[in-house]
């Protein structure tokens, strides 16, 4: 079986950029087209499984597979969408920043559970939900995943946090760990069009990163941050806001510059997993 299509970490070391609802929001936005998509939230914090209606279960999440005590395909759980699947997280995963580095290989520990889940199930695109920090558990990220998506903040001082990924990718690149990893975009969050600092930040993002900053802005949207409240994505809660088409938009850029045909959409089967309760 081939391995799954396309690891994207999403990634920024600044907090209140829209991180966690961009990889929730995307994720749900390509399942919406008929793509079997992989959320994996790799942030303690939880707020991705939360976001999507699930309980922070103690053993539920990526640890064990980290340790290589368990599958981590054992670990996928279905979400009230269709096509859309999660690897939850909860509080324990903190451990995981003191156990893995006394472990060998411990960079590489999340590419192998999910070089193992390809043996079970399959999906056209992975989405990591790293935590906003330099620690273990990002820099295994980075060398898990093929790309890095950047959720950049439309205010000052927004470009601070994208030169620490850029860090961290070039630190990744050299040391061998994963020399092909590259940022695939960059999407404009919380873009207020009434505001003259929304352009500027967008106008001179562009000038940094030329095409790879992302055509669609994510607007400032107070159902966009009520969603996560209600366990679903903007999709499920408000279908017809400027928020939901944004990040409908900003799947179908994703699919395009991944390569994925709209015929090949939702041709992965997945192997069945629990549901929801």
């Not at 898990?144 to 030169?163: D, K, W």
Request: some cysteine.
């Amino acid at each position: 079986m081939p391995p799954v299509s396309h690891v994207i970490v999403v990634a920024t070391q600044k907090g209140g950029v829209g991180k966690t609802t961009t990889a929730v929001n995307l994720a749900a936005c390509l399942a919406a087209q008929g793509r079997s998509v992989l959320l994996l939230d790799l942030d303690p914090q939880a707020n991705a499984t939360s976001g999507l209606g699930l309980e922070k279960v103690a053993g539920g999440s990526v640890y064990g597979a980290l340790l290589g005590h368990e599958l981590l395909v054992d670990k996928v759980r279905a979400t009230s969408q269709p096509n859309l699947f999660i690897v939850p997280s909860e509080m324990d995963l903190c451990g995981a920043e003191i156990e893995l580095p006394r472990m060998e290989g411990h960079l590489q520990r999340l590419r192998r559970a999910l070089q193992g889940l390809t043996e079970r199930a399959q999906f056209d695109v992975v989405l990591i939900d790293s935590p906003p920090s330099l620690g273990v558990l990002t820099l295994n990220a980075f060398v898990a995943a093929e790309s890095v998506l950047v959720p950049l903040q439309c205010e000052y001082y927004a470009l601070e946090g994208i030169s620490t990924v850029n860090w961290l990718l070039e630190r990744v690149r050299q040391s061998g760990e994963n020399p092909s990893l590259s940022i695939m975009g960059i999407v404009m969050t919380m873009y207020d069009a009434r505001t003259r600092l929304s352009s500027q930040v967008v106008e001179e993002a562009s000038r940094h990163f030329g095409e790879k900053v992302f055509e669609t802005r994510i607007p400032r949207s107070t159902r966009l941050a009520e969603a996560p409240s209600h366990g679903c994505s903007i999709l499920q809660y408000d279908p017809h806001s400027a928020a939901a088409a944004a990040y409908e938009v900003l799947a179908q850029e994703v699919a395009s510059r991944l390569g994925l045909s709209a015929s090949g959409a939702g041709e992965h089967a997945c192997v069945p997993v629990q549901n929801v309760a």
